[in-house]
C-alpha cells in the first residue's frame, strides 16, 4: 500500500496549490500503519488506487457509510501528523472528523494516531482539500471548518498561494450549515491580519469577537505549535459564524 501513494497528488483542477509537496521517507512505523490500516480508515481524493470515498447517488461524499452513522461533520483542512484532530475527536465523540492532508508522512501519523486511539469517529483524506470540497462536499453539510497553522507563505511573491483568502473562504463558508463556525489560527502575524481581514470581510460571516478570539479550549497545543511558542511566536485565533 505506501508504495502506491504519490508524495504529489494528481491535479484535479488548474488552481494554484496552497500546499508544497515534501518528500520525505516513512518511517517503518508509518509504512506499516498505510499497511494495516488505510483501506479503513483512509481515502485518496485523486488517486483511486488508494481508495475511494463513498458517494450518494448526487455525487456527494456519503459520510453515513463513511463512519456508520449520522452524524455533524468537522472538516479539518492540513491536519499534519494528526496529533491535534486525534486529541480533538477524541474529546468531542459526538461529532465526526475529516482530517484531510496532502503529505504521505502527515497521513501515516494521522493513522497511526487514531488506529492507536481506537476512535471510529476520525478518517483521513490524502490529497487537495479544496479539491475534495469542490467536487464532494455540499452547501450548507459541515458543522465547523478548521484551518489551524497552514503554510504561511511568508514571501510576497508567494501569498496568492495562501489558503486563507477571499475566494477559498466563500467556498468553505458556503459548505459550512448556518451556524456553523470557520476556525483559523497561525503564528505568523502578517497572515493572522489577513486571515482576520478576509474573513470580516466575507458577507456571509460574522465574527462575533470583533477581533482575534480567545484561544479556545478545544484547540491542543501540539508540538508543531509549541515549537513556534519557544521561538516567542504569538498564535493568533481568527474564528467566524455563517450567518449568510
Known sequence: MPDSFDQ???RAHQDIRTFHPRRVPLSRAQREALTDHWPAVGFSVHNPDNGTPP?????????VTLYGRAAPLVLEIGSGMGEGVAQMAAADPDRDYLAVEAHVPGIAGAVQRITEA??????IAHGDALAL?????????LDAVHIYFPDPWPKNRHHKRRIVQTRHVELLRARLRPGGTLHCATDWEHYAEQMLA????????????GG???????RPVTKFEQRGIDLGHTVRDVVAVRTG
Request: without cysteine; glycine residues 10%; hydrophobic residues 30%.
Open 133 to 141: 470540497v469542490r467536487a464532494r462536499i455540499p452547501e450548507g453539510s
Open 212 to 218: 482575534y478570539a480567545p484561544r479556545p479550549d478545544h
Open 118 to 123: 481506537g476512535l471510529t469517529n476520525v478518517r
Open 198 to 209: 478576509v474573513v470580516e470581510a466575507d458577507p456571509g460571516l460574522t465574527n462575533p469577537h
Open 8 to 10: 504529489l497528488p494528481g
Open 55 to 63: 458517494v450518494t447517488p448526487e455525487g456527494h461524499l456519503d459520510t
